[in-house]
């Protein structure tokens, strides 16, 4: 096997590893972000219904605010898998997969060194903000993965090639983007654009982006994001996505100020571990530093305008969301990886960088394997947690011995990641818990069959939740304070709090049913368990019953 297969086969393996980390966290039914329920609810009314341009609100209102795709990844997920949580989840787990694999073949194609590409892939899995996209079922990690292929496609064609790969993958990629959430793919073509305007030959790098045959194909892709919703249902129906795309904005003045400074935050909150390896590197390797960023200048522009542009797209808008700027972390994350590699080939660098790694690895393993012991009467959660960091990280010590400082900083990423998923997963199985699984369970008995129900309560989530968990059981939601149930109306009533004695006189059976752990504990609490004599008893302290009034 050549070394070219090799670092391939190595990033896309990295790329794996990514996928199956993240399963724990797609069948995790506490970790759940409030859009989700916008795009399962409509894909379950595609898979119910048969039309595939019609996504709808569960009272069947039609739900176009955003484009066509996600919802039909994830009918097309139910479809195949069926309705399930994980079946949610997991079409974004492989888009996530796929944002690893292809920032490692943007380092290979576009830098030419398969140490940088897999470091970049190390980086790229171990963010943070794609971790947690990957876990949604939402379209941010469909345009992240959308937006990393054009960028190989384009910068290929900007560098001067002419394939018809490079053609397809920069406009596919393009129009696949405006097809998953509107206007952030257009921005990105028009960046390309203006970028190739200033390149020496301008007229003919502009002239080489274009095609007769992928060109078109990418603008009806892109088009039929929103088109598909004209055609079915009136070009009246486009307005509700347009005030989507453009309302809300903050408007001049301080506010974009506002936005602009706490964007700017996020990137450096993000890449936090490397730009603090970075910066522990350069010192005695700055002129590496410099010659690596001057021989690879038009790499690095593109990536650092890109950021600039994302970062100011989202500074107008009415909602400061640090996963907005994801789109923009590959190529940055590669640009990280290139000046770590270039500083690590200066031999005092190298050292300094590879035990400072190295050592952290230690520190961790032992951290974990210490705390674990110690927390292991919490419940096996935790102790998996524990051993589960405790073994990735004294694994990855192991095997980066007397290895370059590149492997263990890809090691480094690797055992980041798996503090995200494997490790929070087995905490979160002991302090966080949904009740979903024992609502939905007697929400299936034979006895409940074709009952009208109804969701009660402060969640505005759970009633999708339910949707989703009993694969696509008619659910009507009422947030307290809002809408209240009428009784006479529905034969199961689902509620987050006791039901009061007018519901027993309306001919009701009250049962418990679940119970719920909230996953937001201060440090104090989380003490305060450790302490208790009976560690498990102090966390049902916190527990939340959940309550059915059924029809006798």
């Known amino acids: 096997m050549t070394d070219q297969a090799r670092g391939r086969k190595a990033g896309w393996l ?20 409030g859009d989700e329920r916008f795009y399962t609810d409509a894909a379950i009314s595609i898979v119910e219904s048969g039309d595939w341009l019609s996504p709808r609100y569960p009272d069947g209102r039609l739900r176009v605010e955003k484009p066509i795709l996600s919802y039909w990844v ?15 989840r997991f079409p974004f787990a492989l888009a996530g997969a796929l944002v690893v694999g292809m920032t490692f073949e943007l380092g290979l194609a576009l830098l030419r060194d398969r140490r940088v590409a897999l470091l970049g892939a190390a980086i790229m899995a171990s963010n943070p903000h794609l971790v947690t996209i990957s876990t949604r079922s939402t379209p941010d990690v469909l345009v992240v993965a959308s937006l990393l292929v054009s960028f190989v496609g384009f910068a290929r ?6 394939s018809r790969g490079a053609l397809a993958l920069a406009w596919l990629g393009g129009g696949a ?18 970028l190739a305007l200033f390149l020496p030959d301008r007229r003919e790098r502009v002239r080489g982006l274009f095609d007769r045959v992928f060109f078109p194909i990418g603008l009806f892709v892109g088009a039929w994001g929103f088109g598909s919703y004209a055609l079915a249902h009136g070009a009246s129906v486009l307005a509700t996505s347009l005030h989507d795309q453009t309302g809300g904005a903050r408007g001049p003045g ?28 350069l ?8 010659d690596w960023l001057r021989a690879n200048r038009s790499f690095v522009r593109l990536a650092l305008v890109w950021l600039g542009v994302v970062v100011v797209v989202f500074s107008f808008g009415s909602l400061m969301r640090g996963r907005y700027l994801a789109p923009a972390y590959p190529p940055i994350a590669l640009v990280l990886a290139g000046v770590l590699v270039a500083t690590s080939r200066v031999a005092s660098v190298e050292a300094r960088l590879r035990k400072i790694t190295r050592g952290l690895l230690a520190v961790v393993a032992g951290a974990a394997l210490v705390g674990g012991i110690f927390a292991a009467r919490v419940g096996g959660g935790v102790a998996f947690a524990a051993g589960a960091l405790a073994g990735a990280s004294a694994g990855a010590w192991l095997a980066t011995r007397g290895r370059p400082a590149q492997a263990a900083l890809v090691a480094f990423g690797v055992v980041f990641l798996v503090a995200q998923t494997a490790a929070v997963a087995g905490i979160r199985s002991r302090f966080a818990r949904a009740p979903v699984d024992a609502i939905a369970s007697r929400l299936l008995a034979p006895d409940l069959a074709g009952r009208r129900i109804a969701q009660v309560g402060d969640s505005a989530h759970l009633a999708s939740k339910l949707r989703v968990a009993t ?37 009701f059976g009250i049962e ?32 939340q019953a959940y309550w059915l009034a059924i029809r006798e």
């Open 512 to 543: 418990r049913c679940g119970d719920a752990l909230g996953d937001r504990w201060t440090f104090d609490e989380v003490l305060d368990v450790l302490r208790a004599k009976d560690p498990a008893a102090e966390i049902e302290k916190r527990a």
């Open 177 to 194: 983007a405006v097809a998953a959430k509107g206007g952030l793919g257009a921005v990105w073509v028009a960046t390309v654009v203006v």
């Open 283 to 290: 010192p005695g390797a700055r002129p590496a530093a410099a």
């Open 157 to 162: 064609l900007l560098r001067g090639e002419r």
């Open 471 to 507: 694969a696509g059981l008619a659910i009507d939601g009422h947030t307290r304070g809002a809408a209240v149930p009428d009784p006479s109306r529905y034969d199961v009533i689902v509620s987050d709090q006791p039901f009061d004695d007018s519901v027993a006189a309306a001919g």
């Open 14 to 33: 990295l790329a794996a590893a990514f996928l199956v980390l993240l399963v724990p966290a797609c069948l995790d039914e506490t970790r759940y972000h």
């Open 254 to 281: 301080a506010a974009i100020g506002r936005g602009l400074a706490a964007y700017l935050r996020v990137p450096l909150e993000q890449f936090a571990p490397w730009l603090v390896l970075l910066g522990l590197a």
């Open 74 to 88: 994830l009918a097309s997920s139910y479809e195949t898998l069926g309705v399930s949580l994980f079946a949610s």
